[in-house]
């Protein structure tokens, strides 16, 4: 009976204990799946510290942020100006960045496409709305086996997705839009996915989510300019075209539990499960 009653309050006290802090953490479908591997980390350095990751879209994590339903907004991309602005307006609290990795925004095709790159140009023509590449026959006469007509299927994302924007900026600028009629996923995973079953398909995705199944391609800035592939290596240096950086974000004064996971985040023990991730952790400071 003893034995029972101790067992009892023991369990009643890990209970209180694992409860006592739940930081809540949005944003980036590219940066979800690296999020949840520091938060199932984190658990077995702060038990009492739970980080509930959700994914969404950058444009959705900073305006959870901004409207104070989050603690931590993840985002492929930096946040604007207009969105600094809402946030001091609405609640008087300053945005704090923290930049917690790198990454190379991979474009793939499927497997049967013979293409190995292409140039930011060839990539604009076909994403770009005002470009004319409808056929694959349009880059380089290319003909894909396994797709019928040679029409090219467009994958991208939800406008509200830091990757999407991003990509947007790197190929077509910043003035220019993506053209209408594009296949728009949710998350990066359903692009992969998606090009890995339909030969006539390309998309883009950060590299953390390619996989042996679908082909990435080097990417030039011009004809005559070496073409890069997208590794870790390269988004190191920037050497890649569509290399970024990738950010978390937390209002006004974050509380201790919030500050002591975000100072995690750039030790050697998160860097490592960042590379793990596909990711090049950030820079030291």
């Known amino acids: 009976m003893r034995t029972a009653l101790l067992m009892l309050l023991l369990l009643a006290a890990c209970s209180k204990h694992e409860h006592s802090m739940i930081i809540q953490n949005k944003g980036s479908d590219t940066l979800v799946n690296l999020a949840q591997a520091w938060a199932e980390e984190y658990k077995k350095v702060k038990p009492e510290v739970a980080v509930a990751v959700s994914g969404g879209g950058s444009g959705t994590g900073i305006a959870a942020l901004i409207n104070g339903t989050v603690d931590i907004a993840n985002s492929s991309r930096a946040i604007k100006d207009e969105e600094r602005d809402e946030a001091k307006k609405n609640n008087g609290k300053e945005i704090h960045e923290f930049v917690v990795g790198m990454d190379a925004l991979a474009v793939f095709v499927h497997p049967k496409n013979p293409l190995e790159g292409m140039s930011l140009e060839e990539i604009a023509c076909i994403y770009g709305e005002t470009d004319k590449c409808l056929y694959w026959h349009d880059i380089r006469g290319t003909v894909v086996p396994g797709c019928k007509d040679n029409k090219i299927i467009r994958v991208s994302r939800q406008s509200n997705s830091g990757t999407y924007q991003y990509f947007r900026d790197s190929t077509v600028g910043k003035k220019a839009d993506l053209r209408l009629g594009s296949m728009d996923l949710n998350g990066s995973r359903e692009a992969i996915d998606l090009v890995e079953k339909t030969p006539c398909s390309i998309g883009y995705s950060g590299m953390g989510?390619?996989?042996?199944?679908?082909?990435?391609?080097?990417?030039?800035?011009?004809?005559?300019?070496?073409?890069?592939?997208?590794?870790?290596?390269?988004?190191?240096?920037?050497?890649?075209?569509?290399?970024?950086?990738l950010y978390m974000y937390t209002a006004g004064d974050a509380s201790p539990e919030i500050k002591a996971f975000m100072e995690w985040t750039q030790s050697e023990q998160a860097r490592e499960i960042t590379i793990k991730a596909g990711y090049v952790p950030a820079p030291k400071k």
């Open 209 to 245: 989510y390619l996989n042996p199944h679908v082909k990435a391609l080097c990417v030039s800035k011009g004809a005559n300019t070496p073409c890069i592939p997208p590794t870790l290596e390269t988004a190191v240096d920037m050497s890649y075209p569509i290399s970024r950086e």
